[in-house]
């Protein structure tokens, strides 16, 4: 899919945050820890955002990650990575 587009390539991943609030992992550190792993993409423009499930119930929140990624050989690697991380 991403050999067909143009630059820049934009990505878009949701973490759904399964556990209860207390036993999960601060969103800072979770930010933190993925935007090191795109600083070897070439990522730009990273952003977050906290989705807050139904009627604030735990079991549906998820944070949105977005980010740029300028280069077609460091996108389709960033995309690869996720496919692959996914599957584990």
């Not at 792993?37 to 944070?63: P, S």
């Not at 977005?66 to 996108?75: D, L, N, R």
């Amino acid at each position: 899919m991403i050999r067909k587009e143009e630059p820049p390539y934009e990505f878009k991943i949701h973490l759904f945050l399964d556990s209860p609030k207390d036993e999960r992992v601060n969103k800072r550190d979770i930010g933190t820890t993925l935007l090191e792993k795109l600083n070897e993409y070439g990522a730009v423009n990273f952003r977050d955002q906290m989705i807050w499930g139904n009627e604030g119930r735990n079991a549906n929140d998820k944070i949105r990650y977005t980010w740029i990624v300028e280069s077609k050989e460091q996108a389709i690697a960033c995309y690869k990575f996720f496919v692959i991380y996914s599957k584990n």
